[in-house]
């Protein structure tokens, strides 16, 4: 079993729609939760970043973390074409002091 | 600002020749990594330096060495390119330090082991 289980898609929606990506995880030592956004051909960029479970909204975003399911998710409200990339979950090893990343999550929103 | 710089972009490399990867990033960070990523796998890390001076294995660290030239330059070397190596290859850092702002990423070097 891997760390941590990311469904690789692709997911497909149509313009305007929300979009719900989820990530869930096994080890209880990881304490920050991230999401990453890559482009084709592009290196990962942060998208978010989250400590506490909860909400954290930026914008179109929205990063929800519950420690006590350990599932998190990445919201995308009023979704729009440039928001087709591959997202990845990453999440901080306290143990290993490293990133884990999820296999990523291909989004293609459609006009 | 560059951030992370990754050369080259793309190469095509025969069987059993040998290459380096090179990474450099210009925001004072501590730690550096370097990634592989395949459709299906995902990110998987190699090598990382957790601060100038000292390397560590990843989860696939066979067939790469490393080299922290300094605290700006982390390179990665295939001795004798396979084509498993067929990849593409990420740089990333971060502050370190216990720090955990995530990572910055290259652009990537897009290989092929013919």
């Known amino acids: 079993q891997k760390e941590v289980e990311q469904d690789p898609g692709p997911l497909s929606v149509p313009e305007g729609a929300i979009v719900s990506l989820n990530c869930t995880y096994s080890?209880?030592?990881?304490?920050?939760f991230m999401w990453y956004r890559q482009y084709s051909r592009k290196g990962p960029e942060l998208l978010m970043y989250?400590?506490?479970?909860g909400n954290k909204e930026d914008g179109r975003f929205t990063a929800q973390v519950d420690k006590s399911s350990k599932y998190i998710s990445l919201f995308i409200r009023d979704s729009q074409p440039s928001d087709s990339a591959t997202y990845l979950c990453?999440?901080?090893?306290?143990?290993?002091?490293?990133?884990?990343f999820g296999t990523g999550t291909r989004l293609l929103v459609s006009p | 600002n560059a951030g992370v710089t990754q050369t080259p972009k793309f190469q095509v490399l025969k069987t059993g020749q040998s290459m380096t990867l090179q990474c450099a990033q210009d925001?004072?960070?501590?730690?550096m990594y370097w990634y592989r990523q395949d459709p299906g796998m995902g990110l998987r890390l190699i090598y990382y330096?957790?601060?100038?001076?000292?390397?560590d294995k990843g989860e696939v660290p066979n067939g790469y060495n490393v080299s922290r030239l300094n605290k700006r330059e982390f390179s990665l070397r295939l001795e004798s390119a396979a084509p498993s190596q067929t990849s593409v290859y990420f740089c990333?850092?971060?502050?370190?330090?216990?720090?955990?702002?995530?990572?910055?990423f290259g652009s990537g070097t897009r290989l092929t082991v013919v």
């Open positions: 990333a850092s971060t502050l370190g330090g216990g720090s955990n702002y995530g990572y910055t």
């Open positions: 080890n209880s030592a990881f304490q920050y």
């Open positions: 989250t400590y506490s479970s």
């Open positions: 990453a999440i901080w090893h306290t143990g290993f002091q490293k990133l884990v």
């Open positions: 925001m004072n960070h501590n730690s």
């Open positions: 330096s957790a601060s100038e001076g000292t390397t």
